[in-house]
């Protein structure tokens, strides 16, 4: 999600506002295509910066999808939407859907269950569940670490239950590993500035 795209929802402060944004499917699809492309379209394949918008027809045949596009490449030529290969592809979810989700989960400083989300949006606990993990997955995509990057591993979780029937603890390979731990990675951006009071860098769990 590029940062213009998290600036855009984060100048909505109001509920109201909100609702004004996310009007209709249409303007949410033009507003979600200005946030990705702020520079114009781009192929999400090749990259390439020149597109046709494909035009739907009235001949009783199916109609093109609005705001579908064609890549200009001719090696390319490549169908593509705005949601093309993220994690919002093919989904039957509406946009406006999508955008107030992302517009809640900015809003709130202490994370936001799957279950209220569920309840705000009107979908099922699974479904809001799916959206906030494609939603998170967007944003760290989008976000990428980069310069000095220090990764390390450890364990997490408390002193693993002893049983009486378990056999005891050995060392190294000829015994049996006795842990409950959950193997943990982390990988962490070495800040740029070191003085007191700078920003620390972004890290990355993985478990």
Same mark, same amino acid.
């Given at each position: 999600?590029?940062?213009? +795209?998290?600036?855009?929802?984060?100048?909505?402060r109001?509920?109201?506002?909100?609702?004004?944004?996310?009007?209709?499917?249409?303007?949410?699809?033009?507003?979600?295509? $200005?946030?990705?492309?702020?520079?114009?379209?781009?192929?999400?394949?090749?990259?390439?910066?020149?597109?046709?918008?494909?035009?739907?027809?009235?001949?009783g045949?199916?109609?093109?999808?609005?705001?579908?596009?064609?890549?200009?490449?001719?090696?390319?030529?490549?169908?593509?939407?705005?949601?093309?290969?993220?994690?919002?592809?093919?989904?039957?979810?509406?946009?406006?859907?999508?955008?107030?989700?992302?517009?809640?989960?900015?809003?709130?400083?202490?994370?936001?269950?799957?279950?209220? *989300?569920?309840?705000?949006?009107?979908?099922?606990?699974?479904?809001?569940?799916? +959206?906030?993990?494609?939603?998170? *997955?967007?944003?760290?995509?989008?976000?990428? *670490?980069?310069?000095?990057?220090?990764?390390?591993?450890?364990?997490?979780g408390?002193?693993?239950?002893?049983?009486?029937?378990?056999?005891?603890? $050995?060392?190294?390979?000829?015994?049996?590993?006795?842990?409950?731990?959950?193997?943990?990675?982390?990988?962490?951006?070495?800040?740029? $500035?070191?003085?007191?009071?700078?920003?620390?860098?972004?890290?990355r769990?993985?478990?």
């Amino acid at each position: 999600m590029p940062e213009t +795209m998290l600036a855009t929802l984060s100048n909505i402060r109001t509920v109201e506002e909100m609702i004004v944004a996310f009007r209709d499917e249409e303007h949410c699809r033009r507003l979600l295509e $200005g946030m990705v492309w702020p520079d114009g379209r781009i192929c999400a394949a090749c990259g390439y910066k020149r597109s046709i918008a494909i035009a739907g027809r009235d001949t009783g045949k199916r109609r093109a999808r609005p705001g579908l596009y064609q890549c200009s490449n001719g090696d390319c030529r490549f169908q593509f939407t705005v949601t093309t290969h993220t994690p919002l592809h093919s989904t039957k979810l509406p946009l406006r859907v999508w955008l107030k989700a992302m517009w809640l989960m900015l809003q709130s400083d202490k994370g936001l269950s799957s279950v209220r *989300l569920a309840e705000i949006l009107g979908v099922s606990q699974p479904t809001a569940w799916r +959206m906030g993990h494609a939603l998170r *997955l967007m944003v760290a995509r989008e976000h990428m *670490l980069d310069g000095t990057v220090e990764i390390d591993h450890f364990h997490l979780g408390g002193s693993p239950r002893k049983r009486p029937d378990d056999p005891p603890p $050995g060392r190294g390979r000829k015994g049996q590993a006795n842990t409950e731990k959950a193997p943990v990675m982390a990988m962490v951006q070495r800040p740029t $500035g070191v003085t007191p009071g700078a920003p620390a860098g972004d890290a990355r769990p993985r478990s």
